[in-house]
């Protein structure tokens, strides 16, 4: 079969190494002769690939002993609840910046547990820029943000400064698209099926201070950040097989390095906008400083060629450029793992469409 250029939003393109790893392990995990899905996620061949993913996140990011790693499950969206869960008390405040579907679902949950002060939202404009030059209230329990919003295609490459308020960040879809200074966060949580492994798992990073700041009410054991970091991800049974990608594609992240990794990124997204800007049948939707090199969305200025161009792409092997049902238009993800080839076969069938409609 010829290649297939995946620009799915999530799941997502993962580096051939993981798939080609993880093929192998269904077959025969560790030379334990089982299944990796068959296997108990007590066995030391398994302890030892949660040990490994946990340590691989702390060495890419340069994590010291005062945060903790765990992998989670129920998605991203969970954290939605956990966070405000296990930092609110009654009467308690937490900031957050509403820059879409994804922090307004975050939003929506922490208003079940206290208060919410929006500081910041990009909703006038159907959330296509960053908010800037907002201030966080000194006595916000916590302030959230989003480093890159999925389905609108911004991305933040400057994070505000909180005043020690301290910084609760998801970055589901740009998570080791590039370096960031990871000291300046108190907890970072990404669901893994966006820039790290499949669907099933969640990466949860916490600072030790902040997770002594908890709530003092009683909150239901599996939703306790504490249980799951004095258990090591293991206190009911782990996503196995999720953790297990994630452990390979996190080896892959660290031999080519994130700043290596930024460079690639870039290179592709300066790519695709060139051709964006150039090109007269497509507009970018996204204010240029704010544009995210994760998620590129565009959209054609006759509405009528869109179901057009993507036949026409998928004629020619390049899947998942529909945009998010809730914004039409068309997306690009490029994230770590799509090579630049894949980006360079987009760029001419945009041309090609173009001069077809001359
Ligand atoms: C996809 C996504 C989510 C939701 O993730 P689930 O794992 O499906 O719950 C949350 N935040 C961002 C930024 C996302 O891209």
Same mark, same amino acid.
């Given at each position: 079969?010829?290649?297939? =250029?995946?620009?799915?939003?999530?799941?997502?393109?993962?580096?051939?190494?993981?798939?080609?790893?993880?093929?192998?392990?269904?077959?025969?995990?560790?030379?334990?002769?089982?299944?990796?899905?068959?296997?108990? =996620?007590?066995?030391?061949?398994?302890?030892?690939?949660?040990?490994?993913?946990?340590?691989?996140?702390?060495?890419?990011?340069?994590?010291?002993? &005062?945060?903790?790693?765990?992998?989670?499950?129920?998605?991203?969206?969970?954290?939605?609840?956990?966070? +405000?869960?296990?930092?609110? &008390?009654?009467?308690?405040?937490?900031?957050? #910046?509403?820059?879409?579907?994804?922090?307004?679902?975050?939003?929506?949950?922490?208003?079940?547990?206290?208060?919410?002060?929006?500081?910041?939202?990009?909703?006038?404009? &159907?959330? %296509?820029?960053? +908010?800037?030059?907002?201030?966080?209230?000194?006595?916000?329990?916590?302030? =959230?943000?989003?480093?890159?919003?999925?389905?609108?295609?911004?991305?933040?490459?400057?994070?505000? *400064?909180?005043?020690?308020? +301290?910084?609760?960040?998801?970055?589901?879809?740009?998570?080791?698209?590039?370096?960031?200074?990871?000291?300046?966060?108190?907890?970072?949580?990404?669901?893994?099926?966006?820039?790290?492994?499949?669907?099933?798992?969640?990466?949860?990073?916490?600072?030790?201070?902040?997770?002594?700041?908890?709530?003092?009410?009683?909150?239901?054991?599996?939703?306790?950040?504490?249980?799951?970091?004095?258990?090591?991800?293991?206190?009911?049974?782990?996503?196995?097989?999720?953790?297990?990608?994630?452990?390979?594609?996190?080896?892959?992240?660290?031999?080519?390095?994130?700043?290596?990794?930024?460079?690639?990124?870039?290179?592709?997204?300066?790519?695709?906008?060139?051709?964006?800007?150039?090109?007269?049948?497509? #507009?970018?939707?996204?204010?240029?400083?704010?544009?995210?090199?994760?998620?590129?969305?565009?959209?054609?200025?006759?509405?009528?060629?869109?179901? *057009?161009?993507?036949?026409?792409?998928?004629?020619?092997?390049?899947?998942?450029?529909?945009?998010?049902?809730?914004?039409?238009?068309?997306?690009? %993800?490029?994230?770590?793992?799509?090579?630049?080839?894949?980006?360079?076969?987009?760029?001419?069938?945009?041309?090609?469409? *173009?001069?077809?409609?001359?």
């Amino acid at each position: 079969m010829s290649k297939v =250029h995946n620009f799915s939003a999530g799941p997502a393109i993962l580096p051939q190494s993981a798939i080609d790893a993880s093929v192998a392990a269904l077959q025969n995990f560790a030379g334990t002769g089982l299944s990796l899905i068959e296997v108990s =996620h007590r066995s030391k061949e398994y302890e030892a690939v949660v040990a490994e993913a946990t340590q691989l996140v702390k060495d890419i990011l340069k994590l010291d002993d &005062n945060y903790a790693v765990v992998f989670l499950q129920g998605g991203a969206s969970l954290q939605f609840d956990m966070i +405000p869960m296990n930092w609110l &008390n009654d009467g308690d405040t937490a900031a957050y #910046t509403n820059t879409g579907v994804w922090a307004s679902r975050a939003i929506k949950e922490a208003k079940l547990f206290g208060n919410v002060n929006v500081v910041a939202s990009s909703e006038d404009k &159907n959330f %296509s820029y960053l +908010p800037k030059g907002y201030s966080i209230p000194k006595d916000a329990k916590y302030f =959230h943000c989003t480093s890159n919003n999925t389905i609108y295609g911004t991305e933040m490459f400057n994070f505000p *400064e909180t005043n020690g308020v +301290p910084l609760v960040c998801d970055m589901s879809s740009d998570i080791f698209s590039r370096p960031f200074d990871a000291s300046k966060f108190d907890m970072i949580y990404a669901g893994a099926q966006k820039n790290m492994g499949p669907a099933g798992t969640t990466l949860v990073i916490i600072k030790k201070s902040f997770l002594e700041t908890r709530v003092t009410k009683k909150i239901p054991t599996m939703l306790d950040y504490a249980v799951h970091i004095e258990n090591g991800s293991m206190y009911n049974t782990p996503s196995v097989f999720a953790i297990f990608v994630c452990m390979h594609t996190l080896r892959w992240i660290k031999a080519i390095g994130l700043e290596a990794m930024e460079s690639r990124n870039t290179a592709k997204a300066n790519l695709l906008y060139t051709e964006i800007d150039r090109n007269t049948l497509f #507009t970018g939707t996204v204010a240029k400083e704010d544009r995210s090199r994760m998620n590129v969305n565009f959209i054609l200025n006759n509405v009528e060629f869109e179901a *057009e161009f993507l036949k026409f792409c998928e004629a020619k092997n390049l899947v998942g450029l529909k945009g998010h049902r809730s914004v039409g238009g068309l997306r690009a %993800s490029l994230y770590n793992a799509l090579d630049i080839e894949s980006v360079q076969v987009l760029v001419d069938a945009m041309q090609e469409f *173009e001069a077809s409609k001359k």
